[in-house]
T-cell receptor, first 119, second 113 residues
């Protein structure tokens, strides 16, 4: 159990395009979803945390107007990279958890990531 | 600031030997720790977790040790197999597992035949 599906797995698009990435929890209800960014040979950096039905909480330095997050249901969160530019090229990974921030012990389960390449 | 072009530390282990991957954490308020395995082009996969009220926890072929005094975490893999080759990250969280995870820098495990 605890399968998280992320789609698409790879996107290549022109500069200025907006790109939407979906994250779905397939067999559990995800109260909280997280979006990370990972550069080559580096660790995961948290971008934002979202709870179902409320606005996402962004980490310092992450532009909320650039990276739009929607968590409309307990099984789906989306990240939209608006007007993407080459510097936005990266590996974006989502995770989902049954628990709320500050709640009981519920591990985060990760999707397989989306490799975004902006030309 | 963010490091650019950081090379992951690498641990080379012969197949069948035991592996020990270490991690130092900085937040003394962290009370929950997780080890993740990440294969190339994939997301992190949960391996094992441990709470701060424990100092050891065992899974199938894996053991996590926690030393809160020196803020050190280790992952031991018994009888390492080629399929264990991956990057391993430790992650910590201050209160409850749904709280924000802070990931360590990662260690690349290479299993040689």
């Amino acid at each position: 159990g605890a399968v998280v599906s992320q789609h698409p797995s790879r996107v290549i698009c022109k500069s200025g395009t907006s790109v939407k990435i979906e994250c779905r929890s397939l067999d559990f209800q995800a109260t909280t979803m997280f979006w990370y960014r990972q550069f080559p040979k580096q660790s995961l950096m948290l971008m934002a945390t979202s709870n179902e039905g409320s606005k996402a909480t962004y980490e310092q330095g992450v532009e909320k107007d650039k990276f739009l997050i929607n968590h409309a249901s307990l099984t789906l969160s989306t990240l939209t990279v608006t007007s993407a530019h080459p510097e936005d090229s990266s590996f974006y990974i989502c995770s989902a958890s049954r628990g709320r921030v500050g709640g009981g012990n519920q591990p985060q389960h990760f999707g397989d990531g989306t490799r975004l390449s902006i030309l | 600031g963010e490091s650019v072009g950081l090379h992951l530390p690498t641990l080379s282990v012969q197949e069948g030997d035991n592996s020990i991957i270490n991690c130092a954490y900085s937040n003394s308020a962290s009370d929950y720790f997780i080890w993740y395995k990440q294969e190339s082009g994939k997301g992190p996969q949960f391996i094992i977790d441990i709470r701060s009220n424990m100092d050891k926890r065992q899974g199938q072929r894996v053991t996590v040790l926690l030393n809160k005094t020196v803020k050190h975490l280790s992952l031991q893999i018994a009888a390492t197999q080629p399929g264990d080759s991956a990057v391993y990250f430790c992650a910590e969280t201050p209160a409850g597992t749904a709280s924000k995870l802070t990931f360590g820098t990662g260690t690349r495990l290479q299993v040689t035949l």
